[in-house]
């Protein structure tokens, strides 16, 4: 009985970390290229501002939805700053 057990167990810790890799993306990235790093932090700058909505009609501008908190949004917009200083890019 006790060897089924740690069977079990030994398969629920392959199989349900698998369930969520679909899920899981990484950032192809080359340090050695410049425009590697920009590309990837970018992609990453995109994605965290698709989490914003205050600059929909009556949501608060600066603040993230539900259930993020406001330091949340601060630490967002901090990195958003920093990648615009790093990277020189006003288009998003």
Known sequence: MRTTRNRLGL???VVVPSLWHPLA???EL????EGSIKLAASTAAFGMM???TGNNSGDVPGNLPDPYYWWTAGAMFGTVID???LTGDESR
């Open 25 to 27: 993306l990484g950032l």
């Open 11 to 13: 398969v629920a810790c």
């Open 30 to 33: 080359n340090v050695d290229d």
């Open 83 to 85: 990648y615009w200083q």
């Open 50 to 52: 698709r989490y914003y």
